[in-house]
């Protein structure tokens, strides 16, 4: 027989585990993505809010090319790259803090950062 009690526990374990899974998920905790990092081998080469709407080329030495679009909605994409894989423009549009994009051949990463998530978080290493 299930008592009222025993129901009240219940939700308050599904609450409990609902906000920790809110806050430690990926990107979770971080607010809204309110500006876009892009590095090349782990150095900043660009950095702008989120509402700076438009197109940005992205060199990163030689023929290597990659066009990224802010949406200015507070997500981003990359449009074009040379690259002969694609998987940077096949990753879509990015909105959650903490997710990111990475061209391996460019040796590039595309990351939305939020408010509270830190630019020492964690991050992608190429050789």
């Known amino acids: 027989m ?3 009690r025993d129901v009240a526990v219940l939700l308050a374990m599904l609450a409990l585990a609902g906000a920790l899974y809110a806050l430690l998920r990926p990107g979770g905790g971080g607010g809204a993505p309110n ?5 090349i081998d782990g150095v900043q080469v660009f950095a702008a809010p989120l509402g700076a709407k438009g197109l940005y080329p992205l060199q990163s030495g030689g023929p290597q090319l990659n066009v990224l679009e802010v949406l200015g909605d507070g997500a981003v994409r990359m449009v074009q790259a040379n690259c002969p894989d694609q998987w940077c423009i096949r990753k879509g549009m ?7 994009i990475a061209c ?5 990463v595309v990351r939305l950062q939020g408010e509270n998530l830190s630019p020492d978080g964690p991050d992608v290493v190429i050789q």
Request: hydrophobic fraction near 40%.
């Open 35 to 39: 500006r876009v990092v892009v590095t």
């Open 104 to 108: 391996l051949p460019h040796h590039l």
């Open 94 to 100: 990015l909105s959650d803090p903490g997710d990111f």
């Open 2 to 4: 299930i008592r009222r």
